[in-house]
């Protein structure tokens, strides 16, 4: 059930990760988080479920209960700051934004406003 759980985070966060990177970056700052969490979590869920399959979990002393459960605590925290902020992205989708005096854009394409929904979902 544990690798299902980890293989479940790799899926999901490859998705974020592949949604994101698909866009054109408006606001770095905010997405750049986004970005950060998801690749961050994806590598360390990796690392994990390779301590499990290759049965080093049986040779390092550590009490795995907590060890997992702080490791999901810790992504689900740092999963729902960064669903925020990609939401907060999203929600800007409207406002338009100035590149010069003459011309005006939307800050996220209607493409790109789909796939930061589907992001953010």
Known sequence: ?????????QLFGTIVW???????IPLP??????MFVAVT???????????FLFGYANRIA??????????H???FVFY???????????SLHHFPRKFN???????LADHEYNISIAASV
């Open 1 to 9: 059930s544990s690798s299902s759980v980890f293989l479940s985070l």
């Open 18 to 24: 592949i949604l994101v990177a698909s866009t054109r």
């Open 29 to 34: 700052l905010l997405q750049g988080w986004v």
């Open 41 to 51: 979590a994806w590598f360390l869920s990796i690392v994990f479920l390779c301590v």
């Open 62 to 71: 550590v009490n795995w209960n907590q060890t997992d459960f702080l490791f």
């Open 73 to 75: 605590g810790v992504t």
């Open 80 to 90: 729902f700051g960064a669903f925020l902020l990609q939401a907060a992205t999203t």
């Open 101 to 107: 005096s003459t011309t005006q854009e939307k800050i």
